[in-house]
């Protein structure tokens, strides 16, 4: 495994997961941040104050590292320009910055809506950003293409298990659709395995789909059995009508701008809600590293400490 790693995101909820399991495992973790967290003061974890848009402390983080793991970026956001400016734009200047310091191995941790770009702001700039990577000349280029993520941590996939759990199963796309989950655990684990990946070993290149295994995708039906089957009492479905989703986002777009904030539902996130097939393929990951998810969605929710946020 590399010794030396460079990590962007480290304070959000996958940054921090991934930043532990380094230490854990004796890796040195050079992070980006705004603000150093003041409860995390490992001897092993080196951070540089800034951002994506300052280019010597890019130059700071990269510079004498193994590997590079890309983490941050937005996920909310009330218009397009916000998306563009840290998924892209953010993107670029970090992956000169891997080229300026001749750091011979990137992983960008990207997301499953990249596949399908025209669904919203957010796919769209985490397709640019692949693109942008695929066309550098990074040596080695790796993208991760993680389905929902959950666990400890997590603020956007908690409300829907804790409402599932009290018996309640709020449908927010059509019954058909097909999901998929992975929990912050096993995407660590895949990215640590392939740290250990040196460049002298094999290379792993390209884009690399992740979720936890489950054949076929979840339906809202088999989610309620599972919820059921956790909590040892039924579960009862409760779709959402599709106009009062889009009338809600619409609202929620609208205050936000109005406060100045970035909001989580928008009716371009709606249409990744909505989206009826999110199944995945870990087949390719699979075979370039050995990675294989461990926990399953119905081991999660039977462990509250898998899903609660720390």
Not at 52 to 76: K, M, N, S
Not at 189 to 198: D, E, R, Y
Request: aromatic share 6%; glycine share 8%.
């Amino acid at each position: 495994m590399a010794t030396s790693v460079a990590l962007t995101g480290a304070t959000g909820f996958i940054g921090r997961r991934l930043i532990a399991g380094l230490v854990r495992d004796g890796v040195q973790v050079r992070a980006l941040t705004r603000s150093a967290p003041a409860t995390q003061r490992d001897s092993q974890v080196e951070w540089i104050r800034g951002s994506l848009d300052d280019a010597t402390a890019l130059d700071q983080l990269v510079d004498g590292v193994e590997a590079v793991i890309h983490c941050a970026g937005a996920v909310r956001g009330a218009n397009e320009a916000t998306f563009r400016r840290i998924n892209v734009d953010g993107s670029r200047r970090l992956f000169e910055a891997t080229q300026r310091q001749g750091c011979a191995r990137l992983l960008l941790m990207s997301s499953l809506a990249a596949r399908h770009p025209e669904l919203s702001w957010y796919a769209t700039s985490k397709y640019e950003a692949e693109q942008r990577l695929a066309s550098s000349a990074q040596p080695v280029v790796t993208v991760f293409r993680p389905t929902a993520v959950y666990g400890p941590g997590d603020r956007e996939l908690r409300p829907l298990f804790e409402t599932l759990m009290r018996g309640w199963l709020l449908m927010t796309g059509p019954s058909e659709t097909r999901l998929s989950f992975l929990h912050v655990d096993d995407l660590v684990a895949a990215a640590k395995t392939w740290l250990h990946h040196s460049p002298s070993g094999a290379r792993v290149d390209g884009s690399f789909e992740l979720h936890d295994g489950y054949p076929g995708g979840y339906t809202w039906t088999r989610i309620a059995e599972i919820g059921a089957g956790v909590r040892g009492a039924p579960v009862r479905r409760l779709p959402i009508p599709a106009g009062m989703l889009r009338a809600l986002a619409q609202a929620n777009l609208m205050l936000a701008r109005g406060l100045n904030r970035s909001p989580m539902l928008t009716p371009e996130k709606l249409r990744e809600l909505r989206h009826h097939d999110w199944t995945c393929d870990n087949s390719a990951l699979t075979r370039a590293i050995g990675w294989t998810p461990q926990i399953t969605l119905e081991q999660a929710l039977g462990d509250r400490r898998q899903w609660a946020v720390d």
